[in-house]
């Protein structure tokens, strides 16, 4: 425990005048007493004697959800990820000009004669050695957009159904094509006639399509994706007309599945982890200094109107396995749970800091470890007061999460109960002490 002292300089002079004063002081309770003197002492809590109930819970948002996309195979010997999607709603019918004329006609039995999946990806932030053999393959089994995974292509409260082979089940090679990100951001993938009309008349249920790299040791960003297809019309079949379907269906595959033990508090990933905690904050802390009258320590009261400062300390740790690690930096989140009895889809307040706080991917990297705190000085007197400025009452749970969720595909990690660099809470806190009047 540190202590600054602060003392009452230029009280001296008032202690003479008010020595000879009668009347009271309507201000004080104790017209005798005035500060003289304060004591501002931090206040270093370790995890264990101001937090209960620890819990981490997982499921928030989809894969489908994220900003980052990314095509890898056994990137650090581990991660491989595809992105698994399908396209509907293609248009019931074109609009053709017929010869001679200057009005289009809509044209609802237009055919398909060839088309192309458009792949953007960013050059900038590449991972293992090009070029990069990309491969597009269909998906035979039906698939939930929202619940899909490595291992299930359904997972659903009351349908529960694995791929027939993890990764996508059974996929048929569609197209392929190299990459290589010195010549441009753009890869083509042509598509046959046949494959775009099934996919047309096809209600969407069952249609799917993978993308991979076979490229070993490697991770893409894939920026966007599109579908182009090419059809004619027996109004006009000298004219090609371009068109595209208005929706798709998307979400991320990927193996492993990160797990944590004891020890661990992650926050992220995708679907989302969230580490809680149910505040339990002691009635006194201990100080020393003058205040404690010659004693070497004395217990002080933790009293709202004694709360200087006070954040939330932690450490990161690197996340296991190493290719779970987050890959770009990522902004973190802490709120208040309303109805602890509801985790872990209890509502949750707002965040304790607005712009949140952003950390980086090498906290997290092999051999990366890096503390910093959240400042949570003003939920913190709440606490204590036991409501906020408005008279509100105040959840002492707190989750902490990532903004947006999810953020990213890995996962940050911090050291978490009963292990070194465990949260602590540091307090500065201000006690001050007066003098009876003559």
Excluded at 46 to 71: K, M
Aim: charged share 20%; proline share 10%; glycine share 8%.
């Amino acid at each position: 425990m540190k202590r600054l002292r602060i003392t009452g300089a230029g009280l001296l002079a008032s202690l003479i005048l008010l020595a000879g004063c009668t009347e009271e002081v309507p201000t004080s309770p104790d017209p005798g007493l005035i500060p003289v003197e304060a004591e501002t002492f931090e206040v270093l809590l370790p995890f264990e004697t101001f937090a209960t109930a620890f819990r981490v819970d997982r499921g928030f948002g989809v894969a489908g959800d994220l900003a980052t996309v990314f095509v890898a195979s056994e990137w650090l010997e581990e991660l491989t990820v595809r992105p698994l999607f399908r396209f509907l709603d293609f248009p019931a019918s074109v609009g053709v000009i017929p010869p001679g004329a200057t009005v289009a006609e809509p044209d609802s039995s237009y055919v398909p004669v060839g088309g192309r999946l458009v792949l953007l990806f960013d050059t900038l932030r590449v991972d293992g050695s090009a070029p990069f053999d990309l491969q597009l393959s269909t998906v035979s089994e039906s698939w939930d957009p929202p619940t899909a995974t490595w291992t299930h292509a359904v997972d659903t409260l009351g349908d529960r159904r694995a791929w027939s082979t993890p990764g996508g089940g059974p996929l048929t090679p569609l197209a392929s094509a190299p990459w290589t990100p010195s010549e441009g951001d753009s890869v083509i993938l042509q598509l046959d006639s046949l494959t775009l009309r099934e996919w047309r008349d096809a209600d969407g249920s069952g249609q799917g399509l993978v993308l991979s790299t076979a490229t070993d040791g490697s991770r893409l960003r894939l920026r966007s994706l599109s579908l182009q297809m090419d059809v004619r019309s027996e109004v006009n079949p000298d004219t090609v007309i371009r068109v595209q379907p208005s929706s798709r269906e998307f979400t991320t595959i990927y193996t492993p599945t990160p797990e944590f033990g004891e020890g661990v508090l992650p926050v992220g990933g995708a679907p989302s982890h969230r580490s809680s905690f149910r505040l339990e904050l002691p009635t006194t802390v201990e100080a020393t200094g003058p205040i404690c009258r010659g004693a070497a320590t004395c217990p002080v009261r933790l009293t709202a109107d004694r709360v200087v400062f006070a954040a939330l300390q932690l450490t990161s740790i690197p996340t296991e396995p190493a290719a779970l690690a987050p890959a770009d930096t990522i902004t973190l989140d802490l709120r208040p749970v309303l109805a602890e009895d509801l985790l872990p889809r209890s509502p949750l307040g707002p965040p304790l800091r607005t712009q949140g706080v952003r950390v980086a991917p090498s906290w997290f990297a092999p051999g990366g470890s890096a503390s910093f705190e959240i400042a949570v000085t003003r939920y913190l007197r709440d606490v204590l007061r036991g409501e906020d400025s408005r008279g509100n009452p105040v959840s002492g749970v707190l989750s902490f999460l990532t903004l947006p969720e999810p953020a990213a595909l890995g996962v940050a990690t911090f050291a978490g109960p009963g292990v070194e660099g465990r949260p602590r809470l540091r307090i500065i806190l201000t006690v001050s002490e007066g003098v009876s009047l003559p």
